[in-house]
Nanobody, 121 residues
Framework: QVQLVESGGGFVQAGGSLTLSCLAS????????MGWYRQGPGKQRELVAT???????NYANSVKGRFTISRDNAKKMVYLQMNSLKPEDTAVYYC???????????????WGQGTQVTVSS
């Protein structure tokens, strides 16, 4: 069993910053790509950013230049530094990881429970 737990959400004014963290725990052999997704009110869940085990990154156009994803493979953590936040960034942010629990298994996608980010205008 694998668990992903997010932290760091909260309430911030427009222009402010927040850092989200996500810790993976459980039976983990290796974590491949990790990422952050978000779901705003009345919207579908969307990609925010992903990072490979080799630290290659990919960002949604809406957050490029404002958000930075990073990870610590030894600690099994992924982070999302969010700067210049806008009201439209308001959403529940979910951590995602492709996890192999054994050396011979295939990666399975796991999700955290989500953390609320609210940006006021």
């Amino acid at each position: 069993q694998v668990q992903l737990v997010e932290s760091g959400g909260g309430f911030v004014q427009a222009g402010g910053s927040l850092t989200l963290s996500c810790l993976a725990s459980g039976i983990i052999f290796r974590i491949d790509t990790m990422g952050w997704y978000r779901q705003g009110p009345g919207k579908q869940r969307e990609l925010v950013a992903t990072i490979t085990r080799g630290l290659g990154t990919n960002y949604a156009n809406s957050v490029k230049g404002r958000f930075t994803i990073s990870r610590d493979n030894a600690k099994k953590m992924v982070y999302l530094q969010m700067n210049s936040l806008k009201p439209e960034d308001t959403a529940v942010y979910y951590c995602n990881g492709d996890v192999k629990s054994t050396s011979w298994g295939v990666p399975l996608a796991y999700w955290g429970q989500g953390t609320q980010v609210t940006v006021s205008s």
